[in-house]
Nanobody, 124 residues
Framework: QVQVVESGGGVVQPGGSLRLSCAVSGFTSGSPFSNYVMSWHRQAPGKVRERVAF????????LYSGSVKGRFTISRDDDLNRVYLEMDSLKVEDTATYYC?????????????WGQGTQVTVSS
């Protein structure tokens, strides 16, 4: 069973930076980490969960939501089975629980795995 574990959240002042990490394990030999497309999502209290960053296989096809573009950077390390989210120039409205998602499409069927989330609080 694939497991997804986020870390790196915390409390930071507006304008500060945080780096989130997502460790993925439990792959089968037929579907290694490099097969998975990865994304970061966030959910603030009372709001729907939104995708903020996406990275395809081999680090290609990187996408950001408009609210974080230019401030957040997603990257992946297929040797370490990890994906990262570098968050700079943080704003109060970035406060949320951040989730990592791993997706694969064996035989065209989507399978996905979520982590438990890591809390990011931006406050003065």
């Amino acid at each position: 069973q694939v497991q997804v574990v986020e870390s790196g959240g915390g409390v930071v002042q507006p304008g500060g930076s945080l780096r989130l990490s997502c460790a993925v394990s439990g792959f089968t030999s037929g579907s290694p980490f490099s097969n998975y497309v990865m994304s970061w999502h966030r959910q603030a209290p009372g709001k729907v969960r939104e995708r903020v960053a996406f990275i395809g296989r081999n680090g290609g096809n990187i996408l950001y939501s408009g609210s974080v573009k230019g401030r957040f950077t997603i990257s992946r390390d297929d040797d370490l089975n990890r994906v990262y989210l570098e968050m700079d120039s943080l704003k109060v409205e970035d406060t949320a629980t951040y989730y990592c998602k791993a997706e694969d499409f064996p035989d065209g069927v989507e399978i996905s795995f979520w982590g438990q989330g890591t809390q990011v609080t931006v406050s003065s």
